[in-house]
Nanobody, 115 residues
């Protein structure tokens, strides 16, 4: 069983930045993609950003130009750099990894954007 441990959430003012990290508890072989999702109160979970094994990235329209996803294959980790944060970015953020042995979720980390 793979566990994903997230960190980096917190409270930030509008226009500020946060960096999220997600690391696997053990080495994982055959990873396809990494992704970040978020779920705001009363809303469905949505895909925020994804990076493939080949390094291709895609983003939700609402975060393009502000968020950057990156991965470190040697460290079995994924990161999300969030800049120019807005109140509507407030949500619980979850990482997810897609492997040949299944897909796994992190436990979530809370991001609150408020003045």
């Amino acid at each position: 069983q793979v566990q994903l441990v997230e960190s980096g959430g917190g409270l930030v003012q509008p226009g500020g930045s946060l960096s999220l990290s997600c690391a696997a508890s053990r080495s994982i072989v055959s990873i396809y993609n990494w992704a970040w999702y978020r779920q705001a109160p009363g809303k469905q979970r949505e895909l925020v950003a994804q990076v493939t094994s080949g390094g291709s990235r895609n983003y939700a329209d609402s975060v393009k130009g502000r968020f950057t996803i990156s991965r470190d294959n040697a460290q079995n980790s994924v990161y999300l750099q969030m800049n120019n944060l807005k109140p509507e970015d407030t949500a619980d953020y979850y990482c997810r990894v897609f492997t040949t042995q299944g897909n796994y979720w992190g436990q979530g980390t809370q991001v609150t954007v408020s003045s």
